[in-house]
């Protein structure tokens, strides 16, 4: 966007936000920091976040260990578009734990 348009947005917004009566709308405020049954949102993102790097890296070692088995065996000097496929992945897979580390720091 633009900074025209932004700058329209924003004298518009404030206005969007006035009822027909005057009145304006509440905002839906924070996310409670516990879940009904009293637990930690927190705590739960974190177990969920370490459950998902734990299987992400589960098949980072799989497909490496496959991509170097085909390295090996392959006698020319070139690799084929199903190896660099691989790799792709697992530097996908890789780029997805390490957002997930970082963000439990």
């Known amino acids: 966007m633009t900074r025209r348009w932004i ?3 924003a004298l518009v917004a404030p206005a969007a936000a006035q009822r027909r ?3 304006f709308r509440r905002s839906p405020g924070r996310i409670p920091e516990t879940l009904p049954d009293g ?10 976040d370490a ?19 085909e390295i090996e065996k392959n006698e020319f000097h070139t ?3 199903g190896s660099v ?4 992945e697992i530097l996908k897979l890789v780029r997805r734990v390490k957002a997930r ?5």
């Open 7 to 9: 700058a329209l947005l």
């Open 21 to 23: 009566d005057g009145s």
């Open 39 to 48: 637990r930690s949102r927190a705590l739960i993102t974190l177990k969920n």
């Open 51 to 69: 459950d998902k790097s734990r299987t992400d890296m589960a098949r980072v070692v799989e497909l490496a260990t496959e991509l170097q088995r």
């Open 79 to 81: 690799v084929d578009l």
């Open 85 to 88: 496929r691989k790799a792709e």
């Open 101 to 105: 580390l970082s963000r439990q720091q």
